[in-house]
Each structure stands twice: as structure tokens, then as C-alpha cells.
């Protein structure tokens, strides 16, 4: 079975600076996709970024990028000039190629100093 | 268009009483999903339909039923609600087609916090 694992439950950090948030999954698929979601307080779920496992260009989306690592299956997300609008929960998630299911990770808190 | 909605948003029920969520959406997408989310877990499958007609069990399918009689609408029921169900409900739904990534990303309706005494 599909494994997503985010380690940190919470990180911090300064408005303007940039902050990595981790991922790691496990799968024996070779086709598959990997998806950033955000949460903020009002509870709605945003998709920020995804990665097609077949693409090597990691993606990038305005301030978010992703740092796919295959081999490592690593799935970072970077969030540049970090704005108080960032502050929320964030979850990475998986999904097979040909199974619309996806597998979330238990999710991370980013707070955002002023 | 309204997307994915959500009916009730919150409710509080006792325990062994019965309810149900309905989930809408409006953009003629084939597959729909009922999540929950508890602290600490991350969102888990409940259950999940990939056409009018069709259900099937995802991760946490006990003490939950599902019915999808219209293609828009994907209803979760609670036939006896225990306290281990309180929880916040997510539905979403997807195209499910051809076309890749995009075809099944999925859209999230705005939850209902359950609460079970």
C-alpha cells in the first residue's frame, strides 16, 4: 500500500524569508502523481502545486516550487517570500496513475511571523 | 457555478442517531469521495463513486453507507453515530476522463464538523 509521511507537525517562519515544508512516500508504482494541498483556517481545500512522477522539471507555481527527488521519493514543497496569507495546514498527497484515490500525508502547520 | 457543496455544515448528534450528508456538485464530474479529517491523520477515504449508480469502500468504510442515485449528488450516511465519527466530513469530486493529471484533480467541498455526544 501507498505510504505519504510528513514528519514535521509544525514549522515557522519569518514573513519574506522562504521555508521548505517535507514529504516523503513510499509506492511501487511507476506512474503516479504527487500534489501539495493547503488549508487555511476557513477549512477549504486548495491545491497549490502537483508533480507527474514522469516529468524530471520540478514544478513550479509563483512562489511554490517543488524539490521531486525519484529515486529518494522525496517531495518537498518550497514557499518563497513567505506572505501571512501562507499561514495554514498544508498536505502533500499521492496518486496512483490509473486510480483517481489519493493518499494524504497527516499534514504540517505553517505560522508566518510579521 | 457553486462547485462542490456541502449540507449542513455543522451538526451535533447523540449518540445511535442516524443522519445524513449530502454532497452536490455542478460541474458533471463522473467520480466522488467522502473523506473525514482528524487531528493528526490527515484526510482517509471513507468512500468513493466512479460513476451514477456505482460505490466502493475506501480506507475507513465501517459504520458509514454511501448512495449515488443522481450523478451530481454522493450521500453519506450514519445509521447509528458513535463518538469515534465526530470528525470533520470532506466530499470532493473529479472528472475522472482521459487527459492525465488534470482530469482527475479533485475539488473540495467545504466540510461539515460532526460532532457525536
Known amino acids: 500500500a501507498q505510504t505519504v509521511t510528513q514528519s514535521q507537525p509544525e514549522m515557522s517562519v519569518q514573513e519574506a524569508e522562504t521555508v521548505t515544508l517535507s514529504c516523503t512516500y513510499d509506492?511501487?508504482?511507476?506512474?503516479?502523481?504527487l500534489f501539495w494541498y493547503k488549508q487555511p483556517p476557513s477549512r477549504q481545500m486548495i491545491l497549490v502545486i502537483r508533480?507527474?512522477?514522469?516529468?524530471?522539471q520540478n514544478a513550479t507555481e509563483n512562489r511554490f516550487s517543488v524539490n521531486f527527488q525519484k529515486a529518494a521519493k522525496s517531495f518537498s514543497l518550497k514557499i518563497s517570500d513567505s506572505q501571512l496569507g501562507d499561514a495554514a495546514m498544508y498536505f502533500c498527497?499521492?496518486?496512483?496513475?490509473?486510480?483517481?484515490?489519493?493518499?494524504f500525508g497527516k499534514g504540517i502547520t505553517l505560522s508566518v511571523r510579521p | 457555478n457553486a462547485g462542490v457543496t456541502q449540507t449542513p455544515k455543522f451538526r451535533v448528534l447523540k449518540t445511535g442517531q442516524s443522519m445524513t450528508l449530502l454532497c452536490a456538485q455542478d460541474?458533471?464530474?463522473?467520480?466522488m469521495y467522502w473523506y473525514r479529517q482528524d487531528p493528526g491523520m490527515g484526510l482517509r477515504l471513507i468512500h468513493y463513486?466512479?460513476?451514477?449508480?456505482?460505490?466502493a469502500k475506501g480506507e475507513v468504510p465501517d459504520g458509514y453507507n454511501v448512495s449515488r442515485l443522481k450523478k451530481q449528488n454522493f450521500l453519506l450516511g450514519l445509521e447509528s453515530a458513535a463518538p469515534s465519527q465526530t470528525s470533520v466530513y470532506f466530499c470532493?469530486?473529479?472528472?475522472?476522463?482521459?487527459?492525465?493529471?488534470?482530469?482527475?484533480?479533485?475539488?473540495f467541498g467545504p466540510g461539515t464538523r460532526l460532532t457525536v455526544t
Open positions: 463513486s466512479v460513476g451514477e449508480g456505482t460505490t
Open positions: 509506492t511501487s508504482e511507476s506512474d503516479y502523481y
Open positions: 498527497a499521492y496518486r496512483a496513475g490509473a486510480n483517481s484515490k489519493l493518499t
Open positions: 460541474m458533471n464530474h463522473e467520480y
Open positions: 470532493a469530486s473529479s472528472y475522472g476522463g482521459p487527459g492525465g493529471a488534470s482530469s482527475y484533480e479533485q475539488y
Open positions: 508533480q507527474e512522477a514522469y516529468k524530471q
